[in-house]
């Protein structure tokens, strides 16, 4: 029983580690808290419900076509709108990006209602079992097989591509990356891109396996704001930390209190880990 | 100098006296309109005491809008209390939480004050989800005002001006204390405050504190105006949103620029859904993206210094951008 609870936690942890890669990214280049992480994810889970409704095309395929979706839009959005006030101070990005939250969220529910969807694939009950110990959902381990891929990935690009460097430099001294001939503006809305492509992708496999709204973001959002502070801002392992934290928090929290008070954990936890090591568990002190 | 000031309260005194008389003329569709406009104003002007003077940016106040309506709903409903002592109470008890929370979320500087007080505000709402004293989710009653309909309307709106009339005046009294000036001196560089000997941590917790205490009035005066309190629009984020937009809309840091803010955003946002029922969902983050870039020192500063010109707004777009 402990072992299952302890699985399903490590299972779900995973896709909160994919939602909060993106957040920590922008975060720990830019300095922007993206509020409107959640409406991206919500958006990537929008693309795979109507690719699969459309065209019954997979969603294990069509988590590519909403990342390269996603990374498009993040990169115009970046490049047209936050770009123009990057320079003026963290506060003004944070009501930028609730304006730009706000707008999509509302542009989505104009245009899809606030009905809750779902994608119903038919492996999605498909589960197997290890001995006679732990159930495991093939879905939900494939998920988190494809977050393992993406965070390596995404590990790839910062650490070992001319992109990564351009990234990291802008990130520590965006006047010196600037005069080593770094476009600066290029970098942020490819990070930007980047960032709102994994929100895409962790968007895709939550619409496998929860239902989807509208109005989804919200709550997701401040999830992701949970994982990249419990795991701290700066590296890779991060969000990996802090998701797979707060998935089997959540898991055992619930499991001893009841369903209805995941959200009271997620958030006491929040408050508790802010107050108490304000920059995370791996997070580097100023 | 003198005349100047002499001046600025005469268009107080005239703005005041015309909105008190403005319920004489109007229905009571209007009237609720303007009661509505006049509780974001508190909530937006008080959010300025933390936010705008202080520099803090809290994201969670809509918790002392919660805490208020919710301890006036317990206390009228649960032990019969009569409404004047729950809103006295609901404002210090909004205010007594700011200082418990204010201690260690003061702390925190940026962005992680920002998510702090939004967390303190989601947990909260989950709080108040499980209680049974708060009904959880499916809402609480409260006793109903036994007036007629029309002096009911007058008996909300009026009570609310004399809300946001308290807040106005405890603001500006404020501004001219040595604390008012400390607000400030922490906002520009709390670091050099702290050196020249101001109690950084008294005067956050206290701006905090009056910023949660007229909130919490706001959100008691709410409840029993809706006789029903759920905690999902109890203590929506939306609502903090919606305190910040219209203070960084009206402009921070200025006395009446929340109230401006408030004003022009209810009044937009209403004639708007009137006439496009569909596209003015879009407006307020379009109105918040705009202005972000294009105004980000608020109506305020363009009304004062009587700038108009494209200019202004190239100025400032081109001034953060790389």
Redesign the interface.
Known sequence: MVLQILVNGILKGGLYALMAIGMSLI?GVM?I?NIAHGAFIMLGAFTTYWLFTLFGMDPFVSLVFSMVILFVLGYGVQKI?I??????G???T???A??????????A??SWTADVRKVQVSYGAANFSLGNWVTIPTVRLLAFILVIVISLAFYFILNRTNLGRSIRATSQD?DAARLVGVD??RT?AITFGLGVGAAGAAGTLWSILFPISPMMG?ELT?KS??VV?IGGLGSMLGPIIGGLALGIAEAFGTDWFGS?????IS??I??AV??VR?KGFLGKAD | MEKKLIQKFLICGIVLLLTVLFPLFSNNFTIRFGTDILMFAIMASAWNIIGGYTGYASFGNVVFFGIGGYITAVLMERTGMNFGFAYLAAGFGAALFAVLIGLPVLRLRGHYFAIATLGVAEAMKALVQNLQITEGNSGIYLPLLNFSIKAQYYFFFYIMLGTLVLTLVATYLMLNSKLGYSLIAIRENEEAANSVGINTTWSKTVAFALSGLFTGLAGSIYAYQQAFLKPGPAFSVETTVKMIVMAVFGGTGKLFGPLIGAFSIEMISETLSNYFLVAHTLFFGTVVILAILFAPKGLIDLITKRKFGLSYFLENIRQHRI
């Open positions: 975060w300095d808290i709108v770009n123009n006030v990057i320079r003026a963290a506060f003004i944070l009501i930028l609730f304006g730009i939250d706000i707008f999509i969220k509302n542009l529910l104009v965006l600066v503006a942020y919200g401040l704001f949970v502070i209805t008070y995941g959200n009271l958030f006491t929040l408050v802010l107050i304000p």
